[in-house]
């Protein structure tokens, strides 16, 4: 069901993902956290259906739950939303994936939402870079904010995510 790329990306990418993510509890917003999808933190699955009306894929949660990803396109891009779930059917993570066909087509993409989020958030806290994945973090009350990009000859991909403040980090 997996290709070769989201399998690497399922082991390799995501680790740095995660690294720049560490738990904590904030408070909610009650303003749809992502930029991509109109999602609130207390959705369900079947509050996602009626949102997105289209067919979905479910995997497993890097959080102990489910993941479901539904076609999207955001910033003229086509890519996948992934909303994932933890070990309680709480939403605690939205994501926007994007695998491009070159790594200037993603460095670009990952270029137009550097700066929507250094207009929105300001200066990330946080920038990584190690090997051919680099990250960027910013920590708000609202829960963080995370851009992940991967480019290698194999596989050009990019994930920009919000998550929810009980698995954000305060540093």
Request: aromatic share 24%; glycine share 6%.
């Given at each position: 069901m997996f290709t070769k790329f989201q399998t690497?990306?399922?082991?390799?990418?995501?680790p740095l993902l995660l690294s720049l993510a560490a738990c904590s509890?904030?408070?909610?917003s009650s303003v749809p956290p992502a930029p991509?999808?109109?999602a609130h933190w207390s959705y369900t699955l079947e509050d996602l259906q009626k949102l997105e009306q289209t067919a979905f894929e479910t995997t497993v949660s890097v959080y102990g739950g489910s993941s479901y990803l539904f076609?999207?396109?955001y910033l003229d891009h086509q890519?996948?939303?992934?909303y994932m779930f933890d070990e309680n059917n709480q939403l605690v993570a939205i994501a926007f994936f994007y695998e491009g066909t070159d790594a200037a087509q993603v460095a670009e993409l990952a270029r137009q939402i550097?700066?929507?989020?250094?207009?929105?958030?300001?200066?990330s806290i946080h920038s990584e870079t190690a090997g051919h994945n680099s990250g960027e973090?910013?920590?708000r009350k609202e829960g963080n904010v995370l851009l992940s990009v991967l480019t290698t000859e194999e596989a050009n991909a990019l994930q920009y995510s919000f998550l929810h403040p009980s698995i954000s980090s305060i540093e």
């Open positions: 690497y990306f399922l082991y390799f990418f995501l509890s904030k408070e909610q991509f999808s109109q076609p999207a396109t890519g996948t939303i992934k550097q700066e929507l989020a250094h207009q929105e958030f300001g200066e973090k910013w920590v």
